[in-house]
């Protein structure tokens, strides 16, 4: 829990930094940018009940169909403790606050492993950190509720990179 908060602090923090940098560019997230990215999560900084450790890898997609409004997609690839691997798919939604880079989503993610399958819509908050004109490290904080066992409702945190085009 200290780790999550630490990381959250540090999140807030960066905000500031490149707020004036996305201030000075006339719009980045603007419609017909298309969008990849990957992300780690895990690693100690998630929590459910159903299982002690997680490591997790994705891939994500998207598209800005409208300014400020990304369609996305991810593939991604859970290890967890006292639980066999799990293959997620989603879908979701993306917006950003032109202003400072902040980004809220809804997404619907389906899980299978060898003898569970389950649906899981998430709620994320993330922050879109310009390193160069095209490339962000993402920091963000989410929320999964399981529709099929509360044990594996949970939040973590993921720390990733996109690439705009």
């Known amino acids: 829990m200290k780790k999550i908060f630490v990381l959250i602090i540090g999140l807030m923090a960066t905000i500031g930094a490149s707020a004036q940098y996305l201030n000075d560019q006339k719009s980045v997230f603007t419609q017909n940018k298309w969008y990849v990215g990957a992300s780690l999560s895990g690693l100690d900084l ?17 598209y ?21 691997s799990i293959l997620k798919l989603g879908v979701g939604l993306r917006y ?10 809804i997404s619907g993610n389906y899980y299978h492993c060898d003898d569970f399958n389950d649906f899981r ?15 962000t490290l993402e920091p ?3 929320y999964e509720i399981s529709t099929k066992d509360s044990d594996f409702s949970g939040f973590g945190v993921r720390l990733g990179f996109g690439l705009y085009f």
């Open 46 to 62: 998630s929590w459910h009940k159903a299982s002690d450790w997680t490591f997790g890898l994705q891939a994500k997609a998207g």
């Open 64 to 84: 800005l169909f409208i300014d400020d409004w990304m369609v996305t997609g991810a593939l991604g690839y859970e290890a967890q403790t006292d639980i066999p």
């Open 96 to 105: 950003y606050v032109e202003s400072c880079g902040i980004y809220g989503g």
């Open 121 to 135: 819509p998430e709620l994320s908050v993330g922050y879109a950190y310009f390193l160069t004109g095209k490339l």
């Open 140 to 142: 963000e904080v989410y």
